[in-house]
């Protein structure tokens, strides 16, 4: 699927986000708006809260359901979603999630009980997205100017998994994206 305007994201998220999201009991459109609300109160910058809503957009580009790495593949879908809002958001977006199971992959590194405290789904998925980094990738990592947003992204996304938690509707979202998408609203950093 071609998502080239804000009008068709937002209706990709409305339609295909009834999906599941893996083995957590929400919808793909639940955890977008979790992960969205949450950095909203964490009082992030609108550029995260719109990467926060759209980070797992990559996931929905394809059209079959997808059980999250029930099948054994990773559909690397930080690299197409990133694609994706890269064009309608810049990269003050996009970079944050491009970079997002890599922060997971990085704080797995430096912090050897980390992977013990991530939701099941993604524990199942980290071994398909290449395990915990190695110290020189940790380090590479590191040194990206987006690294830091895409820790944020990461934290934010393990916390967005809880089955029935009350949430805006994404409709509340629009005029922020549009702003963002303009220009209008930039990153703090
Ligand atoms: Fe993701
Ligand atoms: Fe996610």
């Known amino acids: 699927m071609h ?15 009834r999906r599941s999201y893996g083995l957590t009991g929400l919808t793909q459109l639940e955890h977008g708006l979790q992960a969205a609300q949450l950095a ?43 694609l994706i809002l890269a064009r309608l958001f810049g990269t003050k ?33 980290l071994a398909l997205q290449g395990g915990a980094f190695t110290p020189a ?20 996304d393990d916390e967005a998994k809880v089955p029935g938690a009350a949430t805006a509707t994404l409709e509340r979202y629009r005029l922020l994206a549009e702003s963002v998408a303009h220009g209008l609203l930039q990153a703090a950093s």
Request: overall charge negative.
């Open 137 to 156: 990738e940790a380090e590479e990592f590191y040194a990206l100017p987006q690294a830091p947003r895409a820790i944020l992204l990461h934290q934010i």
């Open 40 to 82: 909203e109160l964490k009082g992030l910058d609108p550029t995260l809260t719109i990467a926060a809503l759209f980070h797992d957009i990559g996931h929905l580009s394809y059209r079959r359901d997808i059980a999250l790495a029930d099948d054994g593949i990773d559909n690397r879908h930080e690299a197409s979603g990133a």
């Open 93 to 125: 977006v996009s970079e944050p999630v491009r970079l997002h199971v890599a922060a997971k992959r990085f704080l797995c590194a430096i912090d050897a009980n980390y992977a013990d405290r991530l939701s099941p789904d993604s524990q199942r998925s």
């Open 3 to 17: 998502i080239g305007s804000i009008d068709t994201l937002f209706r990709t998220m409305q339609e295909r986000g």
